[in-house]
């Protein structure tokens, strides 16, 4: 399983807010299983879902996936 992480830094203080774990699988078709998505309760609606979104679409891009699923949706 692959994950990242996201830091808001502010001088001498970073603070994690967000994390993503994913796995590139294949059945029929090559994709990506979102594991685990969360955004600190704090830093919700300030962009940060889609920034770790927008890395995960690049990832996909990268290795040639159409699709990202979650587990309410395989």
Known sequence: MDEFNLYK???YNEE???????????????FI??????ITE???GKGYGT???E????IAEKEQV???T???TE
């Open 55 to 58: 890395e995960l679409n690049n």
């Open 66 to 68: 159409k699709r990202i």
């Open 16 to 30: 994690l807010v967000g994390y993503l774990a994913y796995e590139i699988k294949e059945k029929a078709t090559k």
């Open 70 to 72: 979650d587990m309410g």
């Open 9 to 11: 830094s502010e001088p």
């Open 33 to 38: 299983w979102i594991d685990e998505f969360v």
């Open 51 to 53: 920034l770790l979104m």
């Open 42 to 44: 704090s830093e919700r």
